[in-house]
């Protein structure tokens, strides 16, 4: 069964350092999303792809956090410098069109120490 | 606003039937979804319903719509220690925006 990739699985940085994390979509899925999750929280979108273009990034800090999808296929988050509350789960999900079932990959937990 | 609201805790007997509920505002969703999520890892998609029904059965898991009240619920039949999990519901609208509730955490005991 496809799957969303997402890597790493865990990441420890301090605060101040550079931080990324990859996400591979479902192939074929043009929307991807990342969300990120504080514990005991539901997920927050932080940004929105519609092929390799941004539709939604209302809420990311673009101050500290960027990111991109290239050639419309996978994407990169990176945060820059992390603060330590940025420690949180970061999910990367892909759907296939508009409010089409959502598919989460595993997600990248991230301490800032 | 778009909002989605689930109740915190609920704990059954192993073997009982749970039931999660969801509310939610927004009238223009298309399909709503529940999600499991376990410990450290990402969401599971559940179930899912299309917003012009008014139940779903799959396997053990019921789901029930009431679009004028804007309320969801999750039947879980016959529940078991393996359900015990965190329950989403999320709402998928036009806009290509999910919103999610904030959790339902379902715990069985044995």
């Known amino acids: 069964e496809a799957e969303v990739a997402q890597s790493p699985r865990y990441k420890i940085t301090e605060k101040s350092q550079a931080v990324a994390f990859w996400c591979d979509p479902i192939?074929?899925?043009?929307?991807l999303y990342w969300y990120r999750q504080i514990l005991g929280q539901g997920p927050e979108l932080l940004v929105q792809f519609q092929d390799e273009s941004v539709v939604d990034d209302s809420q990311l800090p673009k101050d500290r956090f960027s990111a991109e999808r290239l050639k419309g296929v996978d994407s990169t988050l990176k945060i820059q410098p992390a603060e330590l509350g940025d420690s949180a789960m970061y999910l990367c999900?892909?759907?296939?069109?508009?409010?089409?079932?959502?598919?989460f990959g595993s997600g990248t937990q991230l301490s800032v120490l | 606003g778009e909002d989605v609201e689930q109740s915190l805790f609920l704990s059954v007997r192993e073997g009982d039937s749970s039931v999660i509920n969801c509310t939610y505002t927004d009238s223009s969703s298309t399909y709503l979804y529940w999600y499991k999520q376990e410990p450290g890892a990402g969401l599971q998609l559940l179930t899912y319903i299309f917003s012009n029904m008014d139940m779903k059965q799959d396997q053990r898991l019921t789901v029930l719509l009431n679009k004028k009240d804007k309320h969801l619920s999750l039947r879980i039949a016959d529940t078991q220690t393996g359900d015990s999990a965190i329950y989403f519901c999320?709402?998928?609208?036009?806009?290509?925006?999910?919103?999610f509730g904030t959790g339902t955490r379902l715990k069985v005991l044995a």
């Open positions: 999900a892909s759907s296939a069109g508009t409010a089409e079932k959502l598919f």
């Open positions: 999320a709402e998928g609208l036009e806009t290509y925006k999910y919103i």
């Open positions: 192939s074929g899925h043009a929307t």
